[in-house]
């Protein structure tokens, strides 16, 4: 969040962002205050009937009352009950657009734009703090615009009976009212900004244990993570205790205040009465009254507690949604190209902010249908960065990549997206079925083309296997299949998504050998296949691997180093020059 905004910032583009449902929320905050009111009437209504009813008057003389009590009674209820519904159903309506937007925006900066938030930490954003907002429109605005509308009403109506309680009653009010949530307010300052950082500390542990746990237990780190949850655990538990103490330093300093006005009201009163100023029927109103008023104040010191903590919730949700995206998509995006796909790369700079060099410099690519292209060199060469480019994951500075001819930087990233695919190392598996997963790439894929892109990653036989079919749940994160069989899932999603140009980053990574090499070669073999040779609708594949296997199949190798191509050639070419993609080749082999 930028300073210069100051610390109101967040709260203030809350409200704007709330606009839509300024009515209902108006709407709400009248209710709430016809509420109070009626409560105030109802006792002042009430202590006036006792009153009269003790000198046996006739029942014509206290029939109004009688109904003004059972009027302010059934007031008093439905006017709280209709403020409880308008106002959360306008709260919730805000909420949803602000969880909308959060998770937009995090769309856009997945998956190399958000480095330094851990995922637990932007599950409590998403969550808890997006939660926290709607105490803003119903714990913090509608208290104090109902305290000061009510409770000045309240105070002239109390003037009106007797100058001096009126006098008093304000005076309690103004302290109950101002003085006192200040006071709450700067001791929940510091607990409150603690608060939502330990609670994201907490989460992010909590999801770490669970994510982790097969890790943990093998390497026997599990009660060193439990320590750590447990003391993440232990501080929120402090700091919430720090925020229960400031919250009952301020509920009783209200009672304070409201016990004050109330004798006072009671003393002035008994001397208004024996002095023949004011009808003795007045006074239990004017030592009751008070009690009832201060409903307005009470809650105000917990709400400017609360008000701390949503400024906190309120700028780590605006945080994310400031967050710069890696790309900035085009004002006006060009319409794709018509088939056949080509990507050409030409000259291609790339460098990260602070970075020392370029992740790549000079690079020159093509891809055109039918076209299957490796990237090989060791870690931090600039594979995977080369991947986020074509994809616009990235935004590359010198040099062009274009894609039929068009400038992909004047593209939208969705639509580039639906032409060039992307097979990761490290590829989702939902908590779902089979097929659900499978549907992911083309949701109306018929049963047969499901079975036929299981079939082409060799998948088939073993989901047909298994007792319920595609309708097996294959667990979160597809913990109930192997790593191969994962790999293959994401292949098989991508194959049936039918992108004319396929990236393969690291498609073998985390298996063993044998399969990662198997894995590589089958796909090779089924994209080839897939189509008529030297027809426009066969993929262009860019294999990014650390291994050689099967690369003597691909039409070209290049070696990257440092960001730069070292080498390129077919792979026969490449061993006979005898240079870093020999070497490679030797030490891979034995």
Not at 17 to 37: C, E, F, S
Not at 154 to 178: H, R, S
Not at 220 to 239: F, K, N
Not at 329 to 338: I, Q, S, Y
Request: glycine share 10%; net charge neutral; proline share 5%.
């Amino acid at each position: 969040m930028n300073d210069e905004h100051g610390p109101q910032a967040p709260l203030l583009r809350t409200l704007m962002i709330a606009r839509p449902a300024a009515g209902r929320l108006a709407l709400a905050t009248l209710l709430g205050g016809a509420a109070v009111a009626a409560a105030i009437g109802l006792i002042a209504t009430s202590a006036w009937l006792i009153s009269r009813s003790a000198q046996h008057p006739q029942e014509s003389a206290i029939a109004v009352a009688i109904v003004g009590v059972q009027f302010f009674a059934l007031s008093r209820g439905l006017c709280r009950y209709a403020e409880r519904l308008v106002g959360h159903d306008a709260a919730f309506r805000v909420l949803s657009d602000i969880r909308v937007g959060v998770y937009e925006r995090l769309e856009r900066l997945a998956p190399l734009g958000l480095p330094a938030y851990r995922s637990g930490d932007l599950l409590t954003r998403l969550v808890h703090d997006v939660d926290a907002l709607q105490d803003l429109l119903l714990r913090v605005v509608p208290p104090f615009a109902i305290a000061l509308t009510v409770g000045a009403a309240t105070v002239a109506v109390v003037f009106a009976m007797l100058p001096a309680a009126g006098l008093i009653l304000l005076a309690a009010l103004l302290l109950a009212g101002t003085l006192v949530p200040w006071l709450t307010g700067r001791l929940a300052a510091q607990g409150e900004a603690r608060q939502a950082a330990a609670r994201a500390q907490l989460t992010g542990s909590v999801v770490d244990l669970i994510e982790g746990a097969p890790e943990l237990i093998v390497n026997g780190a599990v009660p060193e993570q439990l320590r750590r949850t447990l003391a993440a655990d232990t501080a929120l538990t402090h700091i919430a205790r720090a925020t229960a103490r400031t919250a009952g330093v301020g509920q009783g300093l209200t009672s304070l205040c409201c016990g004050l006005a109330m004798w006072g009201g009671l003393a002035v009163g008994v001397v208004a009465v024996h002095d023949g100023h004011v009808n003795g029927v007045l006074l239990a109103g004017l030592a009751l009254i008070p009690l009832v008023a201060f409903e307005l104040v009470t809650g105000l010191p917990v709400a400017t507690q609360t008000l701390q903590r949503v400024r906190r919730s309120a700028a780590r949700v605006f945080e994310v949604i400031d967050t710069p995206a890696p790309v900035t998509e085009p004002a006006r995006p060009l319409a794709l190209p018509e088939a056949p796909y080509a990507l050409r790369v030409r000259n291609l700079r790339v460098s990260y902010p602070g970075a020392a060099r370029p992740a790549l410099e000079g690079v020159d690519l093509d891809l055109s249908p039918g076209r299957r292209v490796a990237i090989v060199g060791p870690s931090g060469a600039g594979k995977s960065t080369l991947a986020g480019v074509l994809l616009r994951f990235l935004p590359y500075g010198d040099g062009s990549v274009k894609l039929g001819g068009v400038e992909i930087a004047q593209l939208d990233g969705d639509e580039l997206r639906m032409v060039v695919g992307l097979v990761s190392q490290d590829a989702h598996i939902f908590d779902s079925t089979l097929e659900e997963n499978l549907r992911l790439a083309r949701r109306q894929a018929s049963a047969q083309e499901l079975s036929a892109a299981l079939a082409q990653v060799r998948l088939l036989d073993w989901a047909q296997g298994l007792p319920a079919g595609l309708g097996t749940e294959v667990g979160e994160r597809g913990v109930r299949m192997s790593g191969g069989q994962r790999q293959r899932l994401a292949l098989a999603r991508a194959l049936l998504a039918g992108f004319p140009v396929l990236v393969l980053d690291e498609p073998g990574e985390h298996l063993d050998t044998q399969t990662a090499d198997a894995i590589v070669a089958d796909l090779l073999a089924v994209t080839r296949a897939h189509a008529p040779a030297g027809s426009s609708r066969e993929h262009a594949i860019l294999l990014i691997t650390h291994r050689l296997a099967g690369l003597q199949e691909l039409d070209e190798v290049l070696v990257l180093d440092r960001g730069r191509v070292v080498e390129r050639g077919t792979h026969d070419e490449l061993l006979g020059r005898g240079g870093r993609y020999a070497g490679l080749w030797r030490r891979e082999n034995g």
